[in-house]
């Protein structure tokens, strides 16, 4: 008989039962490292709803979505994952029925899967399920030690590189410039970009501090007025060993065509390779219209392994 429950943490023939399920889709991640992960808080969420479908004891489909903070608070992201053995047993359709009134109940409005395969056996369910396709998204990979980092930043322009929390003389531009984001391709997600201020550029910076998380930024700054016009992040969680996810990169509208894009992004590589040896491999994601950006990633020495699409259900 199935059973679904709200994971119990304290539980460990739950947790054993959904790390099971969680595995299947990470075969190469330790299984004591995925485990002690489900205690870590994430700064990109207020909470975390995670249900796990059992049989006769054994994991056979987990939810792993997250309400987003801010001005997000309304919207929900993440994964349905049922086991390979027990595919198209009603499995994932029955965890999503119990997944909805969880994420109502917190004041969501809208849940949606960021990383569905294109072309996929979960996309076609999705769209079955009463979800729509509201973007593409590009996957790509970087190496590390195979990048190609020795892009250097234009004339009239330096670089300035910092953890945690930004320099206060270039705190107001670089909120600023985080608005540029705006200019990026729309998409028909429920996500709604932020309005960066001084102040919520500060409070980005406290979440990922209470979250663990060593917060690197590398920004290319105009010699004549002393302004950020360009910036790029990668936040580095605790369980960032080997591998982790690029964060976000902008350039003002004005300084566009420079180069400042792959200047920030190549210093960030430099950065890493010099204090964080151990890691290996850096993955990011960019909207399929995008394609400046996908060529940025490719000149530094990125590739493309998967195409995925953005799917979206309102609650």
Do not use: C
Request: aromatic share 6%; proline share 4%; no cysteine.
């Amino acid at each position: 008989m199935l059973e679904i429950k709200v994971l119990d943490l304290d539980d460990e023939a739950a947790v054993g039962a959904y790390v099971d399920v969680w595995l299947t889709g990470h075969p190469t991640t330790n299984r004591q490292w995925a485990i002690e992960s489900l205690w870590e808080p994430n700064p990109d969420f207020g909470e975390v709803v995670r249900l796990v479908a059992r049989e006769n004891g054994a994991g056979v489909g987990i939810t792993s979505v997250g309400l987003l903070n801010g001005v997000n608070s309304h919207l929900a992201v993440g994964t349905i994952t049922v086991h390979p053995e027990h595919l198209r047993q009603g499995i994932g359709t029955a965890l999503l029925e119990a997944l909805l009134p969880e994420l109502r109940a917190r004041g969501g409005e809208a849940v949606e899967g960021w990383g569905v395969v294109k072309g996929s056996a979960g996309e076609r369910w999705a769209l079955a399920s009463g979800f729509r396709l509201v973007a593409g998204r590009v996957l790509q990979r970087l190496t590390i030690a195979d990048a190609v980092a020795d892009q250097r930043v234009a004339d009239g322009y330096r670089l300035e590189r910092w953890t945690g929390a930004a320099p206060e003389h270039l705190l107001v531009s670089l909120a600023a410039t985080r608005n540029s984001i705006r200019d990026a391709p729309a998409t028909g997600s429920a996500r709604q970009d932020p309005e960066w201020t001084p102040e919520s550029v500060r409070a980005d910076e406290a979440e990922a501090r209470a979250a663990g998380a060593e917060l690197r930024v590398v920004a290319a700054v105009e010699e004549a007025s002393g302004l950020v016009v360009a910036q790029t992040d990668v936040p580095l969680h605790s369980g960032d060993t080997t591998d982790t996810f690029w964060g976000s990169t902008m350039v003002t509208p004005a300084h566009r065509g420079r180069g400042l894009g792959l200047a920030v992004k190549a210093e960030m590589v430099r950065w890493l390779r010099d204090e964080r040896p151990e890691l290996e491999r850096v993955d990011s994601g960019t909207d399929a219209s995008n394609t400046h950006m996908i060529r940025v990633n490719a000149q530094l020495g990125f590739f493309t392994n998967r195409e995925v699409v953005v799917v979206s259900r309102a609650l």
